[in-house]
């Protein structure tokens, strides 16, 4: 049986937060960079070589967590669905009982439940324990180098704010340049992230500029020990 490989909404939208959230640490880092070693010398090329350097690292560091989390879960599905397969073939009784304990739970009659559940068992047992006890669809597993490369993409995207900023604007204004480019930068994950978690935008909007500032601040101080 082919299995449509297609991402559920509530899929989409974890995606899409996991790239605003790995935007905002692309951001946070490479400015905390810049900062810290922008406080420690004034070499303008010493700055930019560390930015880049941060970034590439926080970008591959993202995506080799990325994939080591969802490696970890697709194995750890994959051994509910060997293990659910194997119940359906030797004790297909406690299978369907525990189908129609699902739908007596959310208000189905014990004889209507009952039927469901005979039914559902004659037409796709694996596939509705999986999804009524689980919440697994059958052969839906996240590819986990796509989820890599988006949380790759999505660091990268954050991270290149701060360092056009620093990179590309004049010397006298340099770091001026780059603080707002990081309060515009982590305004808009905030917008986003709200946004998509039906939260205040307002709030996650100062919160995430306090969070830039402090990160800056604390860069900075730290740079200045040095």
């Known amino acids: 049986m082919k299995h449509e490989q297609q991402m559920t909404m509530e899929e989409k939208l974890n995606?899409?937060?996991?790239?605003?959230?790995?935007?905002?640490?692309?951001?946070?880092?490479?400015?905390?960079?810049?900062?810290?070693?922008?406080?420690?010398?004034?070499?303008?090329?010493?700055?930019?070589?560390?930015?880049?350097?941060?970034?590439?690292?926080?970008?591959?560091?993202?995506?080799?967590?990325?994939?080591?989390s969802v490696s970890a879960q697709a194995d750890s599905e994959k051994v509910i669905v060997a293990k659910e397969q194997q119940r359906v073939q030797q004790n297909p009784q406690t299978v369907m009982t525990d189908i129609q304990d699902f739908f007596i739970k959310r208000g189905v009659t014990m004889q209507t439940s009952?039927?469901?559940a005979a039914d559902l068992m004659q037409k796709a047992p694996l596939e509705t324990i999986l999804k009524t006890k689980y919440g697994i669809q059958l052969g839906h597993y996240v590819n986990p180098w796509e989820a890599a490369l988006a949380s790759m993409v999505s660091a990268t995207a954050g991270g290149i704010f701060p360092l056009l900023a620093i990179w590309l604007s004049p010397d006298n204004i340099k770091y001026l340049v780059t603080i707002l480019a990081t309060v515009l930068a982590v305004a808009?994950?905030?917008?986003?992230?709200?946004?998509?978690?039906?939260?205040?935008?307002k709030k996650a909007i100062w919160r995430n500029i306090l969070l830039g500032i402090l990160t800056i601040m604390i860069h900075y101080a730290i740079g200045?020990?040095?």
């Open 15 to 68: 995606a899409v937060r996991a790239g605003v959230l790995g935007s905002n640490d692309g951001i946070l880092t490479v400015v905390g960079v810049i900062f810290s070693v922008g406080a420690a010398t004034t070499n303008h090329f010493t700055i930019l070589i560390a930015a880049v350097a941060d970034l590439f690292a926080c970008a591959l560091s993202m995506a080799s967590g990325e994939y080591a």
């Open 114 to 116: 009952a039927a469901i």
């Open 188 to 201: 808009l994950t905030g917008a986003l992230s709200a946004y998509l978690g039906h939260g205040f935008p």
């Open 224 to 226: 200045k020990l040095f």
